[in-house]
Nanobody, 124 residues
């Protein structure tokens, strides 16, 4: 089992920044690809960003490219999502995800592990 705990969400004005963290515990964190998805009210959950187990490869949704950066620190069992130039449409609950298969992290359909989520609200 892998337990994931997100933090760093909150209320920010449009154009501002936030950094989300996801701390993992349980099995060897560095064995897993990690990622972030989000779900806005009334919408389906959508992929945001993913990173390979080594941190050498990162992938982003088109809607966040150039504004968000995913990174990881395997020594701290933590993955981060730096969010800059935030827009009201970024408002959502952000979920951390982990899976041995990076493709599953990106798809979010049969991902092995999920966190509880952290709320991000961007005011206009």
């Amino acid at each position: 089992q892998v337990q994931l705990v997100e933090s760093g969400g909150g209320l920010v004005q449009a154009g501002g920044s936030l950094r989300l963290s996801c701390a993992g515990s349980g099995r060897t964190f560095s064995n897993y690809a990690m990622g972030w998805h989000r779900q806005a009210p009334g919408k389906e959950r959508e992929f945001v960003a993913a990173i390979s187990w080594s941190g050498g490869n990162a992938y982003y949704a088109d809607s966040v490219k150039g504004r968000f950066t995913i990174s990881r620190d395997n020594a701290k069992n933590t993955v981060y999502l730096q969010m800059n130039s935030l827009k009201p449409e970024d408002t959502a609950v952000y979920y951390c995800a982990a899976d041995a298969d990076l493709r599953q992290v990106v798809s979010g359909r049969r991902t092995d592990y999920w966190g509880q989520g952290t709320q991000v609200t961007v005011s206009s």
